[in-house]
């Protein structure tokens, strides 16, 4: 009985290994664009510290500072409101340890702003979105009537794509003297962002979701803040806002991917053809599309079969090699709750069976097809046309 197990174990690692991999989760970690791997090859022969007076320590700061005005240009921004981070997660605890006063923080946001809010020892008010996954925007205007906060609605949801209003609410906090403080980490490169007509007061990017390398990304501050608190002091890089010889390869890769901002975009939106595809398919299997009646990012589907719990259905799928995701996998790979369909009202039923799709810049058709060829077996119905 324990062979016939490991020979059916070893069968299914073997199947695993000779499958064909097409990925479908770019909103956990794009691959890394070509673009970025070239400019590796570009600068493999550059050294020296970007500090250092010589030569070799002056070339390195040109690359960042070219890198930086890159990024300013992708946002229509100045690249003086450029800070380089290690990552998503570093702008988000740079912009909220501002605070100690009030947060007021959308319900859906990511993880890391509910856990470096919670560090701030701030006063800590949900803002809650409906079962379109939107924040409420009366409820933000009574909520500021009470007095000014900082407020943290990210630009585009992780799990669902769902989009937010985010220039009425930069005017419903600039109304009451308020900070505005946003996680671009999903819609960056996905839709057309421009900083200074958005009037936000931070603005949290990461390269590994545009096609960059793991461990970058980029604090974007309004020149209307005149003075932020550092949590990193070092020996003064980045304007003094976080000391550390600068990650030069994660900077340069990003950057290059900043300046094909536009490419990037439109790649992007390409992509909502084949969500449409796919959607349709599943609701024809009886499937159920989370946030459908909202704004969504062009390249996410989250949606969910009645009948099939995620974490049975990811290993369907890796088996069968598809890379997706859970919408709410932690850190661990575990599926857990997600907060994110909670704050829709979302029951847990379904909402413990959801899969996200999430495609980028390698997507082909092709691909779709073969998935939705899963599908057809998995449910015994006929893909649609
Ligand atoms: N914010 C959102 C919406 C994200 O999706 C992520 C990463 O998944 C982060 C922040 C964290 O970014 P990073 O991985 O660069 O720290």
Redesign the pocket.
Known sequence: MFLVGLLHLEHLIIKFMETERIYFDY???SLIRKEAFNLLESINKSYGNPSSVHEEGRSMRDLIEISRTHIANSLNTNEKNVIFT???????DIALNQNNGRIILNST??V??FESAKKTGSTIEILEVDDNGIVNLDKLDSMLQKGPALVCV?F???ETGIVQPIKKISEIVRKYNSYLFC?A??AYGKIKINFNELDIHFM?L????VGGF??S?ALIINESIKKIAPITLGGGQEFGLRGGTENLIGITAFGECAKLIDEICSENQKLKEYINILEKNIESFGGFIFGGNSQRLPNTSLFAFPEIKADTMLMKLDLAGYSVSSGSACSSGKVKKSHVLEAMNIDDKISSNAIRISLGWATKKSHITNLLNFFEDVFNKTVLE
Request: net charge negative; glycine share 14%; charged share 15%.
């Open positions: 909103n956990a970690s290690s990552g998503g997660t570093e702008a988000i946001e990511h890391a702003v990210m585009a949801n992780n996680d980490v999903q949290a990461s390269a590994h979701k793991p461990g990304g």
